[in-house]
């Protein structure tokens, strides 16, 4: 087995190892979480939510503790820790303690009058052992939002954290607040090696947050099962400004968007487009403002950008912006180290950038920002969406209605119109992306169902008659079915009722002689 060590991502000394799961270990996990689903299929969704309850309050209790272990193998500033992992957390529990016994109800269908007499209903059913992959950048908070909604809905759950951020133990803990819970969630850890190895238990659904490169290989590996796959990939997202914004708000939005987490978010702004009017101005502002930022871990709250987790992820920033310099981009801040040991970056501006530059067509995932002006409304659609990703943008408007008409012109499956990366901030929205950002959702009702299958159910109370569409078929009944095709659809308003009842009523009675 290989070990693997799980570093302090600011000192860069290891912390622990964890070994890459045996064959054993794999095997147990989804046999404890086959058993767990069977605990869980005799609950009600009433009694999945009191259980949620108890592990929401522990994440409350815990709140501080969650945040260091988060920040010992992340490197975050706590501020970010704080709110995105601690409170972006509790804040999806309530809507989904308040929401799922509602959005998973069995639910009444419409019966169409050709039907008529029969009742129709959807339940939505779980899914049996999910399988949750997750990647560094969150660790707590993606893999409690995507557990608890699977726990939600019924499912048991075998998780793999990244083996950057395991959080060694903490999922655990946090689910021991219920035995309901602690028997359906079974953690995995380990690198990809263990994961294509999780894959090969079948399980019943792959929820997958992580890089495009690795959301293909899964696919690939989950058809060979037919497993469904939700993918959520990374992002290129734009952040669209006009004219007649309030500069000194909009560049404060831009510089949190572009640096929240160092830049390591998914939804993180990296491509920033400004109008002419204002574009020296936003510039000028923009460059004032980010020379004021903080770097620090291990902080106590008053430090604006962490660390960056992942050893490779520096390369692929320095590697980018040191590419885009080199092709004659212009860095009007930043675009180095912070001097030191520490795996800091600059928070860094770019200008002059073009889409033939990594940083403008890849994602950059580090505090890094392209900026460039545009003239008209359809050339920053065309520029913005010039990209193979789509996962979310931001648009800057007074003008509501002309924010609207772009947001709705742009190819990503988000938008947050005068504010950045907040759709992902009320749990009641859908998150996901489109083209290589990915499909499937999480949060909101879509996320909810996502981890269901609906079953569609039909109730006939009229069991001692038979139908017309069954045998024997007759000659007789093929004219009659003509006519009722014909009173149905050939007709509208009192005439297509009189017809329909003429004709159903013979076809009806046809349909209950016997084979002559
Ligand atoms: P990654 O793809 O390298 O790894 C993610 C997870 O996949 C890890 O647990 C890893 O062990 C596992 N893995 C690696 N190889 C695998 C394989 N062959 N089969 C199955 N699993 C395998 O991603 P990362 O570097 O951990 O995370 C950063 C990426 O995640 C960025 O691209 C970021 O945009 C994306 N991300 C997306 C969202 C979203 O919701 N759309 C959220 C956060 C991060």
Redesign the pocket.
Known sequence: MNAIAVKNSVTLETLYEINESSEEQIKAAFSNAREGFQQLKKTTVKERVEALKKVRDVIYENREKIVDKVILETGKSRTDALVSEAMGVLDYADWLIANAPKILADEKAHTPISLMGKKSKIYHEALGVVLI??????PFN?AMVSILTALAAGNAVVF?????TPLNGLIEEMMSASPLLTSSVNVVY???I???RL?DQRPAKIF????????K??LS?AANYLIPVEL????KDQMVVFDDVNIDRTVAGCLWGAMTNAG????SVERVYVQRGIYQAFVDKLKEECAKLVLNAGDDGGADIGGIT?DF?LDIIRKQVEDARAAGASIIAGGEMLSGELPFYLPTIIENATTDMAVMSE?T?GPVITVSPFTTEQEVIDESNNTEFG?SASVWSKDLVRADRVARALEVGAVSINNVMLTEGNPALP???TKQ??FGR?KGVEGLRGMTQSKAILVDKQSDKLEANWYPYTRAKYKLFSQFIEALFGNKGLQKWIKFAVSGIKLESESQKPRG
């Open positions: 992959i997750a990647p560094w950048n969150y993606i793999k954290p990244s083996e950057i380990g690198s990809g263990t994961a294509q894959i997958f947050t992580g890089s495009a490169r690795t959301g290989k899964i590996q959520e990939l990374g992002g390591q978010s998914c939804t992942a992820q994602e995932f996962l998150f996901g992306g950002s990915g999480v």
